[in-house]
């Protein structure tokens, strides 16, 4: 009984802390006109679930601020640069598939698949910018390369978001407007830590070979 409560209320603290997550997402997202809020909250975000997952303790509402402010430029800049890529994809696939040569084919195929990949990356990518301190060129090869050098968790993380988010938009659709964006985002940073997780072991596994 007691082991069940203590499940219940670990249920409800993550419920509520996702909540407020999710309240200061909007709310920031709006503060900075959407256009120019949805980036920075969105690395925000990031950066306090894996404070959250670390075990750390925290004023949501300070440490959410903290991160918006302090990367408001960076985080634009790379979340349009991604976003463009993503764009350049889909045309580049929308006009190939409209052909009917053998060769158009192949090529929208080729395209799909990048697009799918490079969805993947911009879903990572303020993992990546929070978990290491680099440039945003350096931060920008590294979101690139990663669902190609993490194929099985890339593969994964599609699978879980998927089912997360139909589960709460289709099934519980209420629930959306509470854990519609942190919920997916908690599962996001869970899953890319562990990816980083086994890299860093490997790392440290070849250097003493």
């Known amino acids: 009984m007691k082991n069940l409560q203590e499940i219940l209320n670990s249920l409800f603290n993550w419920i509520y802390r996702l909540m407020i997550a999710n309240f200061l997402w909007v709310f920031f997202s709006l503060y900075g006109f959407i256009l120019a809020g949805v980036f920075p909250s969105t ?66 195929y080729l395209f799909i698949f990048l697009f799918i990949f490079m969805l993947i990356s911009f879903t990572v990518m303020y993992f990546i910018y929070n978990h290491y301190e680099l440039s945003l060129k350096d931060n920008l090869k590294f979101i690139l390369i990663y669902p190609f050098s993490n194929l099985i968790m890339s593969v994964v993380l599609a699978v879980l978001l998927f089912i997360v988010m139909y589960f709460i938009y289709v099934y519980i659709p209420p629930f959306s407007m509470f854990l519609g964006i942190s919920l997916p985002i908690l599962v996001t940073v869970y899953i890319t830590n562990i990816s980083f997780n086994s890299i860093t072991k490997k790392q440290i596994s070849l250097s003493y070979q």
Do not use: Q
């Open 43 to 108: 690395s925000a975000l990031f950066a306090i679930c894996r404070k959250w997952l670390k075990g750390e303790e925290f004023n949501i509402y300070k440490t959410f601020k903290y991160y918006y402010e302090k990367d408001f430029k960076n985080t634009n800049i790379l979340g349009y640069a991604m976003l463009c890529i993503i764009i350049i994809l889909m045309l580049d696939y929308m006009y190939f598939s409209a052909g009917s040569s053998v060769f158009d084919l192949y090529m929208s």
